[in-house]
């Protein structure tokens, strides 16, 4: 028998973002709405910087259009409701 498992995640569910350090691989959550003074950030362990600057560019669009998604549903300004499903790997 296999059990598939759905899981739905809307807008307002997505609170914080994980950086892995490349260098060092230690771990920095940061929240959703504080993101953009995370892309110039270093490594507290190591001092490498989380984002590279050849791809800083990408991270800015990313976390302002992460954050333009979000902030209406947290004003629970979206009538419409709309979920992510989110892929659940069990090993
Ligand atoms: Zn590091």
Redesign the pocket.
Known sequence: MTVETKTFIGPSDIVALDFE??????HLTCGVMELDRWIDG???????P?IAAYEKAYYKEFVSSLQGLIKPALKRECKTKMRFQIKVIEE
């Open positions: 350090c490349t260098k060092c691989h230690s270093i490594c507290g362990n190591c001092q490498e989380f």
